[in-house]
């Protein structure tokens, strides 16, 4: 399984064109990615290491850093276990309706983020479906806390979901069928055979669902309200600084996001090139 | 002195009574009923489609039955649920826990038992080292099943299977995946395993010549029915319908008349087989059970159109009342006067007789 490399005899060789198009793509990556990111962490340290660090000590911004870290350590693990069960469903099961539950999970790439954010206003806000039943027993959902974590959720929900699939379709059941008639448990086939069999894919589900979630802005744009020190997630942070151009604050809450995005490229590499071989068929190379 | 029978070694182990299963529009099983002994090695056979595998897997509980009623030593085996069946399951493409070792996949039933029952970690070492050797894989216990060949594996699961005390052992087509030379070694090996454990074994498969060879008996199905059952040697010899003759081996297949004891297929008449039924029949021969004869002689007149040798065996092809026939005959009993281009006659030597559908 890991030793899939494609053979010599079938790579095709297009002398002249490929360079170009290396080339080309190169300088491509080199303007719209490396170059952007460049000016994120030179803009966050325009006004030295100490201007830097006061912009992320000030109490906003560690509270949108806070705020950020607590929306992901709820709404990742849940959308790991959603994701979990969602394939383990679609992979193992025939049912009615397996191709709508599959198109339902792919909704929220297709849906704009704002779309996401909004239906829970619309069913949670003051003026929504729900609302008065909400004001009555005083519960806030929308400008607060779980309402952030819905539309964080509702946003990366397809990532896990969509990396397990594709590889659980690929192992067929025989294991799980195996550890069943050898005695095992339904609980204690799914802890031995079934998490063991798909934790590489899982963890870069959950990778890619982490880094999404820390950096979703649309969908939670909408139900945060904005309340600096309070609702305001570290992209929303940076938002109101920039708009209030305070640009070394902004740059630097920023780089932080964008630090983020290399840590998750890179752990994101490093499980691509160790277990390519345990990832969906699409991850392999 | 009081007569008292032998001690009953032959007593029903399984009973499978008026098993239905569907999927859908499409019955994979309809109304199959049958026994196996004690000890017995039983194969199911048949072409894909059959139900064969559906059968084993209402055995091992992973499919559920729409009618019908499955019974291990008097118990009803479908109140069971899968794990509480005690079946060891061996499958087509091994379906060995990749992330674990040999010896933790070997020790994975014992392992997972309640607690109370669970044996000791030096128990279960002791008997993953019995079953290791009773596989003949001693010193792979460290091995993942990737570094295992497909043979090795297919014992692996094997020892993995067995390592339950299994009441019962289902084979899925365990062979499918090898290559012949390992499938004839793992057959031999898997017969002498059978006699040693004694484990009454259910083993499907659609190559009938394993069927043959490995089973007591064999189950023949077809489009969810069971067709035939019988020893290797009886249906081999008696093939209750033509899909079963076909099914056994190489046929050949010719449309005849019976009338008063007398049969006729083309030109060749000859005495009826005994029982044969009346009228328009279809007679069957094996292409290597044929007496050839000179072109003046008895039997089925035929041009030969070619000969080969293929090692200890010569082809014939021949065309006989307008249809191509490839027959066989051994190196040293090629008979004279075969020869491309030249008439002779043909004798089916044990001609099988079905009336025509």
Redesign the interface.
């Known amino acids: 399984?890991?030793s899939q490399t494609a053979s010599p005899a079938f790579r095709v060789h297009l002398p002249g064109l490929a360079p170009l198009m290396v080339l080309l793509s190169a300088a491509a990556m080199g303007a719209l990615v490396v170059l952007p990111l460049g000016i994120v962490f030179k803009e966050a340290l325009a006004q030295g290491w100490d201007a830097f660090r006061e912009a992320l000590k000030e109490p906003d911004a560690v509270a949108a850093i806070r705020l950020t870290l607590i929306v992901a350590a709820i709404s990742v693990p849940l959308n790991a276990v959603f994701g979990v069960a969602a394939a383990w469903c679609i992979a193992r099961f025939e049912f009615r309706g397996k191709s709508v539950l599959l198109t339902l999970i792919d909704l929220p790439f297709s849906v704009s983020p704002v779309v996401s954010g909004l239906v829970w206003v619309l069913l949670f806000g003051a003026q929504g479906f729900f609302g008065d039943w909400l004001i009555e027993h005083d519960l806030k959902i929308i400008f607060a806390l779980p309402g952030l974590v819905l539309a964080t959720i509702l946003v990366t929900f397809p990532f896990v979901a969509r990396e397990l699939i594709p590889l659980m379709q690929d192992q067929?059941a025989?294991?799980e069928?195996?550890?069943?008639?050898?005695?095992?448990?339904g609980f204690?086939t799914f802890w031995?055979?079934t998490l063991?069999?798909i934790r590489w894919a899982l963890l870069y589900g959950v990778l890619l669902c982490n880094a999404r979630a820390m950096g979703e802005f649309g969908a939670v744009s909408v139900v945060s309200g904005h309340i600096r020190g309070a609702t305001n997630t570290l992209p929303l942070h940076v938002e109101v600084l920039y708009n209030d151009y305070e640009s070394v604050g902004a740059f630097a809450a920023a780089s932080i996001l964008a630090g983020l995005g290399l840590v998750t490229l890179i752990l994101k590499t490093a499980l691509e090139w160790r277990h390519s071989g345990e990832l969906s068929a699409s991850r392999r190379h | 002195m009081n007569f008292q029978p032998a001690a009953d070694t032959s007593q029903t182990s399984l009973e499978i009574r008026g098993i239905s299963k569907s999927f859908g529009r499409f019955p994979a099983l309809n109304n199959v009923s049958l026994q196996a002994r004690d000890k017995e090695f039983l194969a199911l056979l048949g072409p894909s489609g059959s139900g064969k595998t559906t059968l084993l897997r209402v055995l091992?509980?992973?499919e559920l039955p729409d009618a019908g009623e499955v019974r291990f030593a008097g118990e009803d085996f479908l109140a069971l649920p899968?794990?509480?069946?005690?079946?060891?399951?061996v499958?087509q493409?091994y379906?060995?826990?990749?992330?674990m070792t040999v010896a933790q996949n070997i020790a994975?039933?014992l392992t997972?038992?309640p607690r109370a029952e669970r044996p000791s970690k030096a128990q279960v070492a002791e008997r993953v080292r019995e079953l290791l050797s009773l596989v003949q894989l001693e010193g792979l216990e460290k091995r993942f099943p990737?570094q295992l060949s497909g043979g090795q594996r297919q014992r692996v699961?094997l020892a993995?299977?067995l390592?339950?005390e299994p009441r019962m052992l289902?084979l899925d087509e365990p062979f499918g995946a090898l290559d012949a030379q390992v499938r004839r070694e793992l057959r031999r090996w898997l017969r002498e395993l059978h006699e040693r454990t004694g484990v009454t074994t259910v083993f499907v498969t659609h190559d009938q010549e394993e069927a043959l060879d490995l089973a007591d008996r064999v189950a023949i199905l077809k489009d969810g029915e069971l067709v035939q059952l019988g020893t290797p040697n009886e249906v081999y010899e008696d093939p209750a319908t033509p899909f079963v003759y076909d099914f056994l081996g190489a046929a050949c297949r010719l449309p005849g008349e019976i009338r008063g004891g007398r049969m006729t297929v083309a030109d060749w008449e000859t005495a009826a087989p005994a029982g044969a039924p009346q009228g328009p029949v279809e007679v069957f021969f094996r292409p290597d059970e044929v007496a050839f004869a000179p072109a003046g002689g008895q039997g089925l007149a035929a041009d030969v159109r070619a000969v080969a040798q293929r090692g200890p065996d010569v082809r014939i092809e021949c065309v006989i009342a307008g249809q191509v026939f490839e027959l066989e005959a051994h190196g040293p009993t090629l008979p004279q006067g075969v020869t491309p281009g030249l008439p002779v006659r043909i004798e089916p030597m044990r001609p099988r007789v079905y009336p025509t559908a």
């Open positions: 399984m890991s067929s025989d294991e069928v195996a550890a069943l008639t050898l005695g095992a448990s204690t031995k055979v063991p069999n | 091992a509980g992973l899968v794990r509480k069946r005690r079946v060891g399951m499958f493409h379906a060995l826990f990749r992330h994975f039933g997972v038992r990737t699961a993995r299977a390592a339950i289902l």
